[in-house]
């Protein structure tokens, strides 16, 4: 079992329509939760980190739950630019592990 | 801001050749990883070094080797390239792992070729 495992979609979507993404990990130790963004033979980014207890940027909502070790990123009114692959990250002890990531189309 | 900084950005590689990717981050961060990339797979983890004078293999540690030169500098070496090598390399730099505000910085990637 891979230690972060993601839906691979592609998630096709409207603009404006409400996206989610889930993301379960194996490493119940782990600490630090991320979500990167990665547009097309580019470098990840980080998009948000994720809180314990939840936290909001803008359009963009993550959500942990440790009991069940799966994390989540919901978009709200997705935009063209929002078309890119959605990684989850996890860093059980002194590394950073990469989920296969979930890619996005939003399309007009 | 130079942030890091990978080369080359492009190699050709015949098989059997050996070659360094060279690494460099300016943001005095701790630590440091190499991931390959491949379509379908998401980035996996080659190497890495949670600080200056320690390095861990990753997922696929196999026919690599790396060297943390210095706080900077992290390079990561093929010594017998094959064709399965063929891939996308990011490195990657944090300040400190355990933190929630870890972000980790990203090279530009090496796109490989082993032919």
Redesign the interface.
């Known amino acids: 079992r891979k230690e972060v495992e993601q839906d ?1 979609g592609p998630f096709n979507v409207p603009e404006g329509a409400t996206v989610a993404f889930n993301c379960t990990y194996s490493n119940s130790a782990s ?4 979500w990167y963004r990665q547009d097309c ?6 998009l948000m ?3 314990s207890s939840g936290n909001e940027d803008g359009r963009f909502t993550a959500q942990l739950n440790r009991a069940s070790q799966y994390i989540s990123l919901l978009i709200r009114d997705s935009k063209l630019s929002d078309s890119a692959t959605y ?1 989850c ?1 996890v ?1 059980p ?9 979930t890619r996005l189309q939003v399309f007009p | 801001n130079a942030g890091v900084t990978q080369t080359p950005k492009f190699q050709v590689l015949k098989t059997g050749q050996s070659m360094t990717l060279q690494c460099a981050q300016d943001m005095n961060h701790n ?1 440091m ?1 190499w ?1 390959r990339q491949d379509p ?6 080659i190497y ?1 070094s ?1 600080s200056e004078g320690t390095t ?1 293999k ?2 696929v540690p196999n026919g690599y080797n790396v060297s943390r030169l210095n706080k900077r500098e992290f390079s990561l070496r093929l010594e017998s390239a094959a064709p399965s090598q063929t891939s996308v390399y ?1 490195c ?1 730099s ?1 300040e400190f ?8 910085f ?4 090496t796109r490989l070729t082993v032919v």
Do not use: H
């Open positions: 691979p600490q630090s939760f991320f033979r580019k470098e990840p980014k980080l980190s994720v809180y990684l990250v860093n002890t002194d590394k950073l592990i990469f989920g296969t990531g | 630590s990883y991931y379908g797979m998401g980035l996996r983890l890495y949670a861990d990753g997922e990011f990657a944090s792992y355990r933190t929630e505000n870890t972000e980790a990203f090279g530009q990637g």
